[in-house]
């Protein structure tokens, strides 16, 4: 058996699970694991003579082989985010309702204009109302080349992959060695908060995922210009770039300080925290009053807890530390968010020490997404805890191998362990058989041309095109008088958020309208039923 079988075999149960249909769920560690042990059977490395062990402990990757992974595991991450979109698990919510199809009304001179939501008082508006997202403008007109969801599943991954080649060039600079190095570039991409973030389809914040290793790429080789330009992305993610721009402010300052000079420390430690603060204070005092009655945005309530308004709560939370120390203990980070990592992080503290508040804040939080650091939610931690589990699975192996190139092996071999099998279950990368229904969506709404509106469920919207008679199946859109007698697009075995699985039994035993492709059911919304 050789290498090139082994690989061969990988990608054909990669490709081939999700077209097959068989089995049901393929957890990406479930083939790689193996894999990877196979590997070892066929290099046996326990009969490597000093010279062998020699040459790999001192091998660095080309340009050439950094570019030819990069494209590799691009190539990989794309796959697994369109099977997971083809398969129907990248809910309408958030990716069609407030970036998708925003982006598409962007071309149409719409601003991020968000036709239908899950929360109602975020219809009919522009996304501005709710966060900073300046960076979505530039994104959403690749829209006017060509109208399609893929733009923003490859912004995805391109983000993830470009992160990876920066936190390889980051270790590289800190003299690791180039294994190590590429072993904590390969656990940016596994572990379980990137995958969880990439399973999402798409949220600015993945973006966080690019520009932060970028920023600490750039300050590590003392390249300024390009340290500007990262920190200028980040702050165009959304208003909240203040925080990880704090914690590479902070990570900096506690690697670098004494081998900055005065320019060094006023560019790299100063400069982003106040661009930053200045973007959050313009948007908070200007943009958030204009585009709203209340003058508040709309996550205000996250900390109801601890006051009324964002500034008030965070007063509350400084006034009650321990109980922000207490929900920080019981939040997702300790649980979920750190675990991939091993603790390391903890040992390579200089790295992620800035992380605290946002750790901080995320767990005083009463939404419970944010609370267990869900979804998307801990992609800004990502780049500073690698970092630092590198950086502390090196001092902890140096404390058992005397030879530091041994010691760098045993990093590596422990951080890839950790972002391989430790909370890589159902949160991780998986591939799923593509769905017949998801495929047969734009030939039931052709068969549904002559309908004013169609309602449809919000697993299938996102295949839905841009058309506006076609909206989003919701408990207000569906007893809305607005939309009396409007066709409902639906199927059983398709997620329905905001309702829950049983919450569509009524419409299923309605009429069908005429029969649908693949499954699909299409039925009319009563005309006499009432707004509730």
Same mark, same amino acid.
């Given at each position: 058996m050789s290498l090139a079988l082994i690989g061969l075999a990988v990608?054909?149960?990669v490709l081939g699970a999700p077209l097959v249909g068989w089995p049901g769920v393929v957890r990406?560690? =479930?083939v790689l694991v193996p894999a990877l042990i196979l590997a070892v059977v066929v290099l046996r490395p326990w009969r490597w003579s000093a010279s062998e062990w020699r040459a790999l402990e001192e091998w660095t990757p080309s340009a050439r082989v950094v570019c030819t992974g990069a494209l590799v595991v691009g190539l990989l991450l794309f796959w697994l985010v369109l099977t997971r979109f083809r398969s129907g698990e990248i809910n309408a919510v958030?990716?069609?309702?407030?970036?998708?199809?925003?982006c598409f009304q962007t071309t149409q001179g719409r601003p991020l204009f968000i036709e239908t939501a899950d929360f109602p008082e975020l219809s009919q508006g522009g996304g501005l109302r709710h966060h900073a997202y300046w960076g979505m403008f530039p994104v959403c007109y690749l829209y006017a080349l060509h109208a399609t969801p893929l733009w923003l599943l490859a912004l995805s991954v391109?983000?993830?992959? =470009?992160?990876?080649?920066?936190v390889l060039r980051a270790m590289q600079r800190l003299g690791t060695g180039g294994v190590l190095a590429t072993a904590t570039a390969i656990a940016f991409v596994l572990n379980d908060n990137t995958a969880r973030t990439l399973n999402y389809g798409f949220h600015p914040e993945v973006l966080y995922a690019w520009f932060i290793p970028w920023l600490l790429d750039a300050a590590l080789r003392g390249n300024r210009r390009q340290f500007v330009a990262a920190t200028l992305a980040c702050i165009l993610v959304k208003e909240d770039a203040a925080m990880p721009l704090f914690a590479a402010s902070v990570a900096l300052g506690l690697i670098e300080f004494r081998r900055m000079n005065h320019l060094d420390r006023a560019v790299f430690l100063v400069l982003p925290v106040i661009l930053a603060l200045a973007n959050l204070g313009i948007y908070y005092a200007v943009v958030v009053p204009a585009l709203t009655t209340e003058g508040l945005p709309a996550y205000g309530h996250f900390w109801a807890s601890y006051g009324p308004t964002p500034m008030r709560a965070l007063v509350g939370m400084i006034a009650h530390p321990w109980a922000v120390l207490l929900a920080s203990l019981r939040s997702g980070f300790f649980r979920t968010v750190i675990l991939p990592h091993l603790f390391l992080p903890v040992l390579g503290w200089r790295w992620t020490l800035g992380i605290v508040p946002i750790v901080a804040l995320y767990s005083a939080s009463d939404d419970p997404q944010l609370r267990l650091f869900g979804i998307y939610y801990s992609i800004p931690l990502v780049p500073f805890l690698v970092l630092g589990a590198s950086t502390g699975a090196l001092m902890l192996a140096r404390r058992v191998a005397t030879d530091i190139g041994r010691a760098a092996l045993s990093a590596a071999t422990l951080i890839l362990l950790g972002a391989l099998l430790v909370g890589s279950g159902s949160r991780g990368y998986s591939l799923r058989p593509w769905?017949?229904?998801i495929a047969a969506v734009p030939d039931a709404l052709s068969r549904l041309a002559g309908e004013r509106v169609v309602l449809v469920q919000s697993g299938l919207y996102p295949h839905a095109g841009y058309d506006e008679r076609t909206q989003l199946l919701t408990p207000e859109t569906l007893?809305?008088?607005r939309y009396a007698g409007?066709?409902?697009?639906?199927?059983?075995?398709?997620g329905a958020y905001p309702f829950r699985a049983d919450d569509l039994d009524s419409l299923h035993r309605l009429p069908s309208i005429q029969a649908m492709p693949g499954g699909l059911i299409a039925v009319r919304r009563p005309v006499t039923q009432a707004h509730r």
């Open positions: 990608g054909a149960v990406l560690p =479930a958030d990716f069609t309702v407030y970036f998708d199809r925003p391109i983000a993830v992959t =470009a992160g990876a080649v920066h769905r017949t229904e007893h809305n008088p409007a066709a409902v697009l639906i199927a059983r075995r398709i």
